[in-house]
């Protein structure tokens, strides 16, 4: 089956270390996103690709950085500049067409205490 | 202003109820524009597409308004497992850059 796949669901780390969370996706999508979603609020974009070896800043990037260098792979780590980091994590992506909606992996919790 | 503007209710109604949600967007050549349905601590799922002449699917229906820039979404007969927070998505300049509002949250009441 195709989809998104996010890994892992659950992350603890502590504060002043860097983490990556993983996002691969079998859907020969172009395009790739990072979402970041705090408690009673909606998603907030913090990098998206389009293309491979290419990306581009959301509303929120401060603090994480990303890298394309394969299609399929789209990994986001939270640097220890990141003043917040404990959120719910969101993959998603997408072929880059006007009717084609974004296809979400299931998330990771990250907590850093 | 946001980019993406919602309601965050939350919108109370009892079961077969017919609700209605708006969702404003700031810029004009905004060209997608979605329906998501997200429960608590999970994904968000896409419930609806939205055309410019509308879409129906069932119990749902989602409109455009481009002149007043909005879209909405219509749930007639209301169930209990229509619950949730709904997200509308756009990408403002039609960049692909998606964004989100904050969601509206529904409970539909027993």
């Known amino acids: 089956d195709g989809g998104i796949t996010q890994s892992p669901k659950y992350l603890f780390r502590k504060e002043g270390q860097n983490v990556t969370l993983s996002c691969e996706q079998n859907l020969n999508h172009d395009a790739m996103y990072w979402y970041r979603q705090d408690p009673g609020q909606g998603l907030r974009l913090i990098y998206y690709?389009?293309?491979?070896?290419?990306?581009q800043k959301g509303d929120i990037a401060e603090g994480y950085s990303v890298s394309r260098e394969k299609k399929e792979s789209f990994p986001l780590t939270v640097t220890s500049a990141q003043k917040n980091p404990t959120a719910f994590y969101l993959c998603?992506?997408?072929?880059?067409?006007?009717?084609?909606?974004?296809?979400f992996g299931n998330g990771t919790r990250l907590t850093v205490t | 202003r946001k980019e993406v503007e919602q309601d965050p209710g939350p919108f109370n109604v009892p079961e077969g109820a017919t609700v209605a949600f708006n969702c404003t967007y700031s810029n004009s050549a905004s060209q997608s524009f979605f329906w998501y349905r997200q429960d608590c601590r999970k994904e968000p799922k896409l419930l609806m597409s939205v055309y410019s002449s509308g879409n129906e699917d069932g119990r749902f229906t989602a409109q455009l308004n481009r002149a007043s820039q909005y879209i909405s979404l219509l749930i007639r007969d209301s169930k209990l497992s229509d619950s949730a927070t709904y997200l509308c998505v756009s990408d403002p300049a039609g960049t692909y850059k998606y964004i989100f509002g904050t969601g509206t949250r529904l409970k539909v009441l027993a």
């Open positions: 690709s389009q293309i491979v070896n290419d990306f």
């Open positions: 998603a992506s997408s072929k880059l067409d006007r009717e084609s909606p974004l296809h």
